[in-house]
């Protein structure tokens, strides 16, 4: 059994929130406790923006009279976001899937290896654009994408243009291997890090890994602008040849190319810059409850192995259960006092579209994964007593 990596706790909030204070003062937000423990606790509860300040930077945006394309809430947001994240040349984009889809136009890409251990959007992101998609099996323990597989697959796929990664349930890739691999072999190198806001490895941001990172800011996610999403590129050429990109192919007011619309509006910014303020008190709440999850679990259940130099934001629980009859049991259980739970990613992605052989290793882990209950609202207690259940069940 595979137990979980000694986490480390990330420090680089306390920076950030001393920038963001200079500007607005961080409002000191505390988790609203849920109803009684056997009566609906939900599986996520996306982040509620704080009214009072989202008042403020609504009558920002009525005294600006911007309302969207680049306007001044969309720029202060990108400005606290890279302060936030520790990294350069990001954009700001209306949601995650844009994100991947710009990001492969940016640097020129249209046949990806990928991981069919994610959720759909990964996947059906490119081959949407009518790119080429070939899976590659993940590692059993990370469930991220494996490297040694991945360069298989590409010594078997040597036209393919790059390679894309999640960052599953925010735990960090084996970026070096990653590194080494698309430098040795001349290919770009895509991370989908929708679940890894603020992961950091060795005080360096998982964003600035590759040659981009996305995100996503759907409301289910940590850190949200109730939907929306960000690019991060390692050269700024690549960030300008983006930003052309998503305003319909216009750059220094003429259209030098194709383009889409894909840009975040002053309201969706207005409520990110809000839910910025909060993310210190956020990650901390959550990384108090994944770790008591861990401590919970860890002798009963397959647990995730978590990257050894990484930081965790608590983004999600996972489990894995011993087999499908052991999972509907604790399915089951957890149904019966009103508790959420996700096969959270099931179907492997292989399943869904043509793959040239069965991803085994994504297929077998996706059997017997689930999701608990893990959201900024929870409570330590309420962890206490799924895990009770969760126990009860596998015993």
């Known amino acids: 059994m595979n ?33 009684a423990l056997n009566n609906n606790i939900l599986l996520n509860k996306p982040l ?10 609504l009558n920002k945006i009525h005294e600006n009279h911007w309302y969207s394309n680049f306007g001044p809430l969309h720029d202060e947001l990108t400005q606290r976001l890279e302060d936030y994240l520790g ?71 040597p ?17 070096d291997a990653f590194d080494a691999l698309c430098a040795k072999h001349h290919k770009k190198m895509i991370y989908d890090g929708a679940h890894a806001f603020g992961v950091r490895i060795k005080n ?14 759907h409301a289910t996610k940590l850190f949200h602008t109730v939907e929306g999403g960000a690019i991060i590129f390692k050269h700024a050429e690549d960030y300008e040849n983006a930003r052309s990109l998503i305003s319909c192919g216009y750059k220094g007011g003429k259209i030098v190319g194709l383009g889409t619309n894909a840009k975040l509006n002053e309201y969706q910014a207005a409520v990110g810059l809000v839910n ?28 995730q192995q978590w990257h050894p130099d990484a930081t965790f934001n608590g983004a999600y629980m996972p489990i894995v259960c011993d087999n499908d009859a052991q999972l509907a049991r604790v399915q089951t259980a957890l149904n019966e006092r ?19 052989a069965p991803m085994k290793t994504s297929r077998d882990i996706a059997q017997r994964v689930l999701c608990l209950p893990l959201h900024f609202y ?11 259940i969760v126990k009860q069940c596998i015993k």
């Open 3 to 35: 137990r979980l990596r000694k986490m480390k706790v990330d420090t680089h909030h306390d920076d950030a929130k001393q920038m963001r204070g200079r500007v607005l003062p961080l409002h000191r937000a505390k988790p609203v406790k849920t109803p």
């Open 204 to 217: 360096r941001s998982v964003l600035s890994y590759g040659d981009a990172s996305t995100l996503s800011f």
């Open 87 to 157: 990294v350069k040349n990001l954009l700001l984009v209306n949601n995650g899937t844009s994100a991947l889809q710009v990001a492969g136009r940016a640097l020129e890409v249209d046949s990806v290896i990928s991981t069919p251990f994610s959720y759909v959007a990964t996947a059906s992101a490119f081959l949407w654009q009518k790119d080429d998609l070939v899976f590659s099996d993940i590692d059993q323990h990370s469930y991220n994408l494996c490297p040694e597989t991945a360069e298989n697959t590409l010594n078997a796929q």
């Open 378 to 388: 929870m409570q330590l207690s309420e962890v206490k007593l799924i895990c009770e």
């Open 159 to 175: 036209n393919t243009d790059a390679i894309v990664a999640t960052h599953v349930y925010g735990n960090p890739c084996d970026v």
């Open 48 to 57: 509620e923006p704080d009214l009072t300040k989202l008042h403020y930077w």
């Open 276 to 303: 910025l303020a909060l993310m210190d008190d956020v990650i901390a709440h959550r990384q108090a409850l994944f770790t008591e999850y861990n401590a919970q679990l860890k002798d009963y259940l397959q647990l």
């Open 338 to 356: 009103n508790i959420g739970s996700r096969t959270y990613f099931s179907p492997s992605l292989d399943e869904l579209f043509n793959a040239y």
